[in-house]
Every structure is written in C-alpha cells, then in structure tokens.
C-alpha cells in the first residue's frame, strides 16, 4: 500500500508540474530533478514559512545569502574535506553499493514495526483502559526487542566512532543482512567515501580546487562576525540562511528524498557556553511545533537521537516523518558546541570573539542549529497531501489536501461558460484577487472537470462565475477539502480567501 503511494507521488509529481527528472530528454541524471510550475510555488511557499517563522517572527534572528563557492581552506577547517564521508558497502552480486549503517538501521526498523503491530493489537483489546507506557514498559516482546535495537545501536555506535569499518561489517554479517536487490549476502568490506564535489577556479597565479558547498551552515560561521558587529547582535542570537547544498550521494534513491543537488534551509543559534543544552532543547521542541503546525497527522512526527555524532557535534537529534517508504529524517538539531568557530579562528587566524559588554570578555560563543531538507519537506507535504476519495456511486477524485496557504494557487477564477460576459467579470475579478493571492484563471472545459484539476493540483479555493452573478454581484465559492460550495458576494472574496489561506493565518500557530 505505502509503497504504491509513493509511485502515486512520484507519478502526480510528474504529471502535474511539480517535479520532472533533470534533463529528461537526455535520459535524465542520476538524482537530479528540476521543480515544474506548480514544484517552484509550493517550494517558494514552504521557504516563505520557514523564513518568515525563523526570521519575522524572532526578534533576535536575521538572515544571509552567502555564496556557493567558499576559499577552499573552509573545508579543511570545518573538517568536511578530511571527515565528511559516510561508510559504504557493496553487494558483490547486484553491484550495488549502499550506506552501511542504513542497512543496519533498515534492519532495525523491522523490530520498531513489530513493536508498533504488538501496541495497537493491545490498544484494540484494552481500549480506553490502554495505558501505552505501561504496556511498553512490560511487554516481554518488547522489551526484548528495544534490547536488540539498543544492542545493535551500540555496536554500530563503537565500529562508526573508532573508525574500525570491520566491526560494521561484521555486524551485517552477523544480523544476515541481504541486498535488498540481489538477495545475497555476498558483501565487500566497508569503506569510507567522501560526499564533497571539487571543481576549479581560474587564478591568476594558476588553478586551485574549490568545492560545491555541502551545507550551507559555513556560510553563516565565516559571517558570523560581520553580522553580529554590523547588526549590533546580542547573544543569543540567530543568523538563518536557504541555499543549494551538494553531496555527492553514491546511494541516490527515494526520488527527491537524496539527491545530489538539494536545498537547506538552516540556522545557527548562538549562544552563551554552557546554555547550549538550554537552546538544544528550545530548538527541538519548537521545529517539531513548526512541522506540527501544517495540520500533518502528528503520529507521523518521531524524533530520533543520533547513534553516530557528526565530528562537530556534542548532542543531534532527528525529527523524523514517516514516509511511505518509513520514518526518515527531514530535519536535524545538532548542539556543534564551539568547533566549528575554533576551527575557523584556528585556520583563518582571525579572532573569531565576541565581545560580552556585560562580562567584558572576549568568548567564542557555542552554536545550535536547525537544518531541515526543503526538498524533503517537499516530499513529506505531497506524500501527506495526496489522497484518492471516494464520493460514492462508484466515482473518486484525486485531491493534493495541502496546507491551503502553501498550496500552489491559493484560488482559482472559473467563468461557468466562456462567453455572455462572464469571462470578463471573471477577469476582473482576477485583476483584483492576484494582488493579493497567487491565482489561476481558466476557462477550458466542464466546470466539474476544472475542479478537479484544481483538486489535483492542491488549490483550496474555486470561485465559479455564472450568468447570475452578472445580476446579483455574488458568485459560488468551492472549498477543496469539504466540497461545500455558497454564494458570496464579489466584495467579500478577498476577506474570505485570506482567512482560509492566508500565510498569516498559519504563522499565527506558531505565536
Ligand atoms: N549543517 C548540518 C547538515 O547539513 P545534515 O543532517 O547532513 O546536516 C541537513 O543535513 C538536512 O539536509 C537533512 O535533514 C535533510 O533534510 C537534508 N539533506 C541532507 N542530504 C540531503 C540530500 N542528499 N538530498 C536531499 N536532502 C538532503
């Protein structure tokens, strides 16, 4: 079932204009896609809401757009260039090659999902008198397996920290791990592969390799400063940036869900050493209120603490959705404590203090960042959103339920026939209505087929001219998600549309 939802996402994607594979007509490249004309708004809308409820609705939080390109010697210092590789394995069967500690957690998963089968068995049985923490707490089943979870955790946990790849493969040997693709167990050793891209830049003095930013988060590190001093910044305080990220992922799969060309949207908070903890925890439990806000079913939300501790980091946290191919991460919190500042002063040899008026010390502050996928949160709205309804008497619609104030249009303009005047009304009504409001106007076909295609394409708002609303001023209002339709007045429309879609509506959970 999930996984036929996932080819009906990634087939609705594609057939109306949210997501194309890059380069189609030359056969397409490997985990590359470009966004249609319905992908660009929904994207545009998603990094308006990050935006504006990091940046807008934070006193102490401003924003940056530093380049791609970055002096090399950034990479040695934030130690992507010596450290930024994730472990692979091949199968020597299907040739294909794989994280190796994915595997292990694919592998894990099947325990979660046994527990979770155990839970709502009881939760059927018991009813209301089901208490889930209890029942957690003493089901041998469960106990034992959160043990193998925890016992293979660790495991994985000593073979990725020290560096001793064997162990890892070890444990896939033991737990009788197969290619998902081949069936066989017929595995290479593990070995560490760098995601960096490298390219060259012209110099006057030669060429010199420079690399394709594989975070965005360095970009605000080297700013740090110029920021703080120019914006009169005040610990804590933060610095948000969205921007390409580049990885070169040999496992490239799930579609838009890793790709090798992608979009962050991050925020390094910093703050005073020893309060990093305090904002750690702030910052996790406000992202999830964000991803909590958009009405998302919030059982699908889980957080997932960090087995293997990226080399900057002394606490990262996961929040995780639960995709149809399972729980996978779309955004991760890591406490990077002050490494990466120390690393740059250290490099750059440039002071990297802050000054504490208050203290009359010179610090160098630590840092909490947000980093979500904007192109998995793209993934998780249209994988939540896409649904098939039955309206009875054997009839469905496909219907894209998005947040309506992310939806690609948030209305659309619909004369009932294309002549007797109507278009021109409609016409002005549109001239009105897309000041404030993305709105598409159409006049081609049956007024039931133009709902639906605006059902499929997530719009939440229809307004439909007829002959009527010549003589009366009012015309008939559908709402996507109910299917109700009332006449309104022409005046009232733009009050209507911005209580149901406005991006002022949704930010108003987050205050
Ligand atoms: N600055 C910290 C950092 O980059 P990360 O966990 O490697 O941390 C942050 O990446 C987020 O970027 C992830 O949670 C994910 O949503 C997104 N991301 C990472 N690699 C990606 C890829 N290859 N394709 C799409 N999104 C990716």
């Known amino acids: 079932m999930s996984e036929e939802l996932f080819k009906n996402v990634i087939s609705h994607a594609k057939e109306y204009g949210f997501v194309f594979p890059s380069s189609e007509i030359y056969d397409g490249l490997a985990a590359v896609y470009d ?24 006193d102490n939080i401003v924003g940056l757009d530093a380049s791609i390109f970055m002096a090399p010697k950034v990479w040695k210092a934030s130690g992507h260039v010596d450290g930024f590789s994730d472990p692979m394995i091949d199968n020597k069967d299907s040739k294909k090659r794989y994280r ?60 990725l920290e020290s560096g001793e790849l064997q162990k890892v493969k070890e444990l896939i040997d033991e737990l009788g791990i197969a290619c998902p693709v081949s069936g066989s167990k017929n595995w290479t050793e593990v070995r560490q592969f760098n995601l960096m891209y490298s390219t060259q830049m012209s110099a006057t003095d030669g060429e010199s390799q420079i690399y394709l930013r594989p975070e965005t988060a360095q970009g605000i590190f080297v700013n740090y400063l110029n920021v703080q001093k120019t914006g009169r910044m005040k610990l804590p305080f933060g610095i948000a940036q969205t921007g390409k990220a580049f990885r070169n992922e040999i496992v490239a799969r799930q579609f838009i869900m890793r790709m090798k060309e992608f979009e962050q949207m991050e925020m390094q908070f910093f703050v005073q050493p020893g309060t990093e903890m305090k904002w750690y925890e702030y910052w996790k439990e406000h992202r999830l209120k964000w991803h909590k806000n958009l009405g998302t ?15 900057y980091a002394n606490a990262a946290v996961d929040i995780e959705y639960d995709f149809p191919f399972g729980f996978k991460e779309v955004e991760g919190i890591h406490s990077r404590t002050d490494f990466d500042l120390q690393q740059h002063e250290e490099f750059s040899g440039k002071k990297q203090r802050y000054f504490d008026n208050e203290t009359n010390e010179n610090i160098i502050p630590y840092v909490v960042e947000t980093s ?83 059902d ?31 006449r309104v007045k022409i005046e009232e429309l733009s009050s209507i549309i911005s209580k149901e879609v406005s991006m002022k509506a949704l930010l108003k959970g987050l205050v």
């Open 297 to 311: 079913n919030p059982e699908k939300y889980r957080y997932h603490d960090h087995v293997k501790l990226a080399h």
């Open 35 to 58: 966004y249609g004309q319905n992908g660009v708004e929904l994207k545009n809308n998603i990094r308006e809401y990050w935006w504006k409820s990091m940046v807008q609705l934070h």
């Open 372 to 454: 979500i996928g904007l192109d998995r949160m793209f993934l998780v709205l249209m994988s939540n959103s896409l649904q098939e309804e039955d309206l009875g008497e054997g009839k469905t619609r496909t219907v894209l339920k998005l947040p309506a104030a992310l939806a690609p249009f948030q209305c659309a303009i619909l004369p009932v026939v294309k002549k007797d005047g109507l278009p021109e009304l409609a016409h002005e009504i549109f001239k009105d209505l897309k000041l404030d409001f993305n709105c598409y106007y159409e006049e081609k076909d049956s007024i039931g087929k133009r709902y639906r295609r605006q």
């Open 456 to 486: 499929a394409i997530g719009t939440p708002i229809c307004i439909t001219v007829d002959h009527e609303s010549l003589e009366d001023s009012e015309v008939t209002i559908r709402f996507r998600d109910s299917m109700e339709q009332r």
């Open 100 to 159: 190796a500690d994915v595997l292990i957690e694919d592998y894990q998963e099947k325990y979660r999902v046994k527990n979770l089968k155990e839970i709502n068995k009881a939760k059927k049985r018991f009813g209301d008198d089901f208490d889930e923490a209890q029942f957690i707490a003493t089901n041998p089943n469960i106990k034992r397996n959160n043990q193998k979870i925890e016992d293979i955790d660790a495991r994985l946990k000593e073979g």
